[in-house]
């Protein structure tokens, strides 16, 4: 097989371990993908070194795709369903010879393929497989193009309802069946994936209708449809997320999964609320594939992760997530769960809503309007032997007072709370009317984040600060001649953005005994957060500049994301 012969190259030329190359068939096999795409994922060869290889081995010159333009009649040789199978694409045409880009010039059955499919010759040049799926989704974007549908979307004849009519919900439902609405809905359900959108909004006013992506956790204006296709957009979402159609005053919650190519599965989770001049929609991209559950990987630095790992692994007490609504605290408790998920440990989560599930952990999904709510679960946690609980949010007295009493009745209780640092959490606490001797004894650990947006590797370049708007920033003045600051320029990598990805901003605060005897005595959140840097502990702008330092994210970022210390 290609793939063998391929891995015994490579073990050849030292540039793999025969036990490498094994685990690898094992995974491919497992995962059904591609070989090369499976060295790559498993990070025991990067692109461009396996790509200067095999250019090597097999005499075939190796280019850079993205400065290739590839003609339409070039394209049109090979289906889209054929470059998907072998993951190639075709570059140029020279006479009867056609030119094939491959990640793998050793699949010796895809070039006997094309040439029987095309009648051409076949010269195979390498690029790299991320280069290679780029230029697939480039020119093989099997959805329809956004120029495309909107163009159909003229061609039907829609009236906007006005609010206080009478909806026919027999014409409502034949107009979300229309074919450019189906195709337009279905375009902002994939492009939003292809984007690396986090969240869709879909947003009617007075006399416009715009859709926005949630990118990096900033929103950016993607399209404007015809505000006459404005209530079939609406209801053609709520049918998918089985929302009832005919409910336009009540906000509503759905759920909509869709299968990809390759048996992937995507979840959005949709909120839909009525508003002046229609129903806004959120959806909200849930992929199980991206979950990030490793917490060596989420940017903790190498003290906090220590601090984090030790509370949790006590017995009991309280570890509290603390940060804004997208700032990945959901991520941070399932990886301490993951961390804590073994057979003999008895797991119950209360969440609201269950974004992903996990086997091996007791998932319990709120539904207030039958009195389940987070109180109510908690009491009925604790009758079922639990060893750790999880609560999706501490939002009243009653959630805050049962949790923390099962944490100093010997069982460890993660939860999170809306607070802006880690500091004033116990104050958020002690407002909340639990009493200071209970808050000082149940929490072990509280933790403040958020995210920052991710200079994009390929357009990073220096970026000139001042020193004075460096040491109002925070940074020490014995540090301000060193520091070197970064900026995105902006290129096709990162959509012009200048970022691509997030990375987390940490403040972790364990609850030590100086800290515990300080809330006893009644001090307030300012007197607690010095004497917490005093016992090491990092601010949020801290931990920002940090990243700043690294030349992972912006001064402009760590400015939008975090305040300066008093």
Request: hydrophobic share 40%.
């Amino acid at each position: 097989m290609a793939t063998n012969r391929l891995g015994e190259l490579l073990v050849r030329s030292n540039l793999l371990t025969e036990d490498q190359v094994s685990k690898a068939i094992g995974e491919q096999k497992m995962n059904k993908e591609r070989f090369v795409a499976t060295l790559i994922r498993l990070k025991y060869i990067s692109e461009d070194d396996l790509a200067a290889f095999l250019s090597r081995q097999y005499g075939a010159p190796a280019i850079n795709l993205a400065e290739f333009e590839v003609d339409t009649d070039v394209v049109k040789l090979i289906s889209a369903d054929v470059v998907q199978k072998y993951h190639l694409v075709p570059i140029n045409r020279a006479g009867s010879t056609l030119i094939v880009a491959m990640s793998d010039p050793s699949n010796i059955f895809a070039i006997d393929d094309i040439k029987f499919m095309t009648g051409h010759n076949v010269e195979v040049v390498v690029a790299t497989e991320s280069a290679i799926k780029d230029a697939i989704d480039r020119y093989y974007d099997q959805s329809a193009s956004l120029a495309d549908v909107m163009g159909d979307l003229d061609d039907i004849d829609l009236e906007v309802i006005d609010d206080d009519d009478q909806v026919d919900l027999n014409e409502l439902q034949m107009a979300t069946e229309e074919a450019p609405v189906v195709k337009l809905v279905n375009l902002i359900l994939t492009d939003a994936i292809k984007k690396g959108a986090s969240d869709i909004h879909i947003e009617p006013y007075e006399k416009s209708f715009r859709v926005r992506y949630r990118i990096d956790g900033v929103l950016y204006e993607v399209m404007k449809p015809p505000i006459k296709l404005k209530n079939a957009i609406t209801s053609r979402i709520k049918i998918l997320s089985e929302m009832d159609i005919a409910e336009r005053r009540l906000p509503q919650d759905g759920r909509i999964k869709i299968k990809l190519p390759g048996g992937k599965d995507m979840d959005y989770r949709v909120n839909c609320l009525p508003t002046l001049f229609g129903e806004k929609i959120c959806l909200r991209l849930l992929d199980k594939s991206n979950l990030q559950l490793d917490m060596t990987k989420l940017g903790y630095e190498e003290e906090s992760l220590k601090w984090f790992k030790q509370e949790i692994s006590k017995p009991f007490g309280m570890v509290l997530v603390t940060g804004p609504t997208g700032s990945g605290k959901t991520v941070s408790l399932y990886s301490a769960l993951g961390e804590l998920n073994k057979t003999t440990e008895n797991i119950s989560t209360a969440e609201d809503p269950v974004e992903f599930n996990f086997a091996g952990i007791n998932q319990v999904q709120m539904h207030e309007e039958i009195g389940l709510n987070f109180a109510s679960a908690l009491r009925a946690f604790l009758r079922q032997d639990p060893d750790i609980i999880m609560i999706g949010e501490i939002r009243d007295f009653e959630t805050a007072e049962i949790g923390v009493k099962a944490a100093l009745t010997g069982h460890l209780v993660l939860s999170t709370l809306h607070t802006n640092d880690a500091p004033s959490t116990i104050n958020r606490l002690l407002n909340m009317g639990i009493e200071p001797f209970l808050v000082a004894s149940a929490v072990n650990l509280i933790t403040a984040q958020r995210l920052g947006r991710r200079l994009c590797s390929e357009c990073k370049e220096v970026e000139e600060v001042s020193k004075q708007a460096l040491l109002d920033a925070g940074v020490a003045p014995d540090e301000v001649d060193d520091f070197v600051c970064y900026k995105g320029k902006g290129c096709s990598n990162c959509n012009d953005s200048g970022y691509k990805g997030r990375v987390g901003i940490y403040q972790v605060m364990p609850m030590f005994d100086e800290i515990r005897e300080m809330v006893l005595a009644g001090a307030n959140t300012a007197e607690i957060k010095r004497e917490s840097m005093r016992l090491g502990v990092r601010t949020m702008r801290q931990a920002a500049l940090k990243t700043l330092k690294e030349g992972v994210t912006s001064f402009e970022e760590v400015i939008r994301c975090t305040v300066a210390d008093d």
